[in-house]
């Protein structure tokens, strides 16, 4: 009995612990979230004036950058204080409002730091803390930031997706999630099935269906997953973007041609899959006696 009661305390305690890193590394992710895209832009902005040999007035506009400058407020300017960066608590504090112009703080900020926080609970609760707990943090980071750069920006940067693809072939080498063929195969698998549904599409219907993104963010879940959990995320991910599709029709009066990001799905079906794939594609073999 007391060795049940140390397990439970002994997991609880993980769980706190991976809660409070979680906050910290969900407050980086907003950084992330909010400066890679615009770092990227003007970088594209200024290679596209150079090739078409046009003068540009961005080379005056100060360098965003994911480490400068420092936190402000997108409104006034305010630098932030040090208090008004603690995660969560500082937008409790200043009831979701700037401290000196008064404007309205997005929710985004608690809501990503607490979905970080709750998932590096749930991970260290029931799995520890060990290596390959740590791969999962750096799995579920990479995807949170996807998630929010896709919704905000219909974006899914290389920067992440192609480092994420080889971190996951490295990952595996020692079968850390699965086996490396599996891996490799789960890489070329996740790239070509969303490649090939996407041409598809475009000679069915002449229009773009989804971006290239999404086929190298599914082909990085291929290589931390293996082949074998490929189809799980397709379906997931599928079915529940048609369901939010069908709902934003039906309810919200949404036009049938406006865009839905699809990365945002697949991170998160990725996510499961990472955590119940296997027990999940287990019961669904032995529900249907396959």
């Known amino acids: 009995m007391s060795t049940f009661l140390f397990a439970d305390l002994s997991s609880g305690v993980l769980a706190a612990v991976g809660f409070c890193f979680g906050l910290l590394i969900g407050s980086f992710l907003n950084v992330v979230i909010l400066r890679l895209p615009q770092q990227l832009f003007r970088r594209w902005n200024l290679e596209s004036h150079d090739i078409l040999g046009i003068q540009n007035n961005t080379t005056e506009e100060p360098d965003v950058t994911i480490a400068w400058p420092a936190s402000r407020c997108p409104k006034c300017g305010?630098?932030?204080?040090?208090?008004?960066?603690?995660?969560?608590?500082?937008?409790?504090?200043l009831k979701g409002r700037c401290a000196s112009c008064?404007?309205?703080i997005s929710a985004q900020y608690p809501f990503v730091e607490l979905l970080t926080a709750t998932v590096f609970a749930l991970m260290m609760y029931f799995y520890g803390a060990n290596t390959t707990t740590f791969y999962g943090f750096v799995l579920t980071c990479c995807l949170?930031?996807?998630?929010?750069?896709?919704?905000?920006?219909?974006?899914?940067?290389?920067?992440?997706?192609?480092?994420?693809?080889?971190?996951?072939?490295?990952?595996?080498?020692?079968?850390?999630?699965?086996?490396?063929?599996?891996?490799?195969?789960?890489?070329?698998?996740?790239?070509?099935?969303?490649?090939?549904?996407?041409?598809?599409?475009?000679l069915i219907t002449g229009k773009e269906g989804m971006g290239y993104g999404d086929f190298k963010l599914l082909a990085a879940l291929g290589a931390w997953l293996g082949w074998q959990l490929l189809p799980l995320v397709i379906l997931l991910s599928s079915a529940v973007a048609a369901i939010i599709g069908v709902l934003a029709i039906t309810i919200g009066g949404k036009d049938r041609n406006f865009q839905i990001p699809f990365g945002p799905f697949l991170a998160t079906a990725g996510w499961i899959a990472l955590i119940w794939g296997d027990k999940i594609t287990t019961w669904y073999l032995s529900a249907f006696n396959l």
């Open 144 to 202: 949170i930031a996807l998630t929010g750069i896709d919704l905000r920006e219909r974006l899914l940067p290389d920067q992440i997706t192609l480092p994420l693809l080889w971190l996951g072939l490295f990952v595996n080498m020692n079968g850390t999630f699965a086996p490396l063929p599996d891996a490799v195969l789960g890489a070329i698998a996740g790239y070509l099935s969303l490649w090939g549904v996407y041409w598809l599409f475009k």
């Open 78 to 93: 305010t630098p932030l204080r040090p208090w008004h960066n603690i995660p969560v608590l500082s937008y409790l504090f």
């Open 102 to 104: 008064s404007v309205s």
